[in-house]
């Protein structure tokens, strides 16, 4: 077991976002996946945020999750409202 039960973890960071990818095992030998966004506020802390799947739950949030990022391709607008946004900042 890894620490802090951690067995496998990646990142992604984004922005002024990070987001944490760790398989877990808890004290009976279970697995799970913790995936935490975390992002920094006004005051200089970091507000985190996580959801836990459990090994037994993986197919079907799989399946779940892959209906919405196929909803996203579907319906995608071609510019995100934050990039119009950034842009916007930009040009004014």
């Known amino acids: 077991m890894g620490q802090r039960g951690e067995v496998f973890s990646s990142k992604l ?13 808890n ?5 799970y996946l913790n995936i935490v966004e975390s992002k920094p ?15 037994e739950d993986i197919g079907e949030f799989i399946k779940e999750f892959q209906k919405s990022l196929d909803y996203l ?4 607008k071609k510019k995100s409202s934050r990039e119009l946004r950034e ?6």
Do not use: C, W
């Not at 506020?41 to 090994?55: A, C, D, I």
């Open 13 to 25: 960071v984004r922005n002024d976002r990070t987001y944490f990818f760790n398989v877990k095992e």
């Open 87 to 92: 842009e916007s900042e930009i040009n004014n």
């Open 27 to 31: 004290l009976y030998g279970d697995l």
């Open 73 to 76: 391709r579907t319906h995608a």
């Open 41 to 55: 506020t006004e005051n200089g802390t970091f507000l985190r945020q996580s959801v836990l799947v459990y090994q």
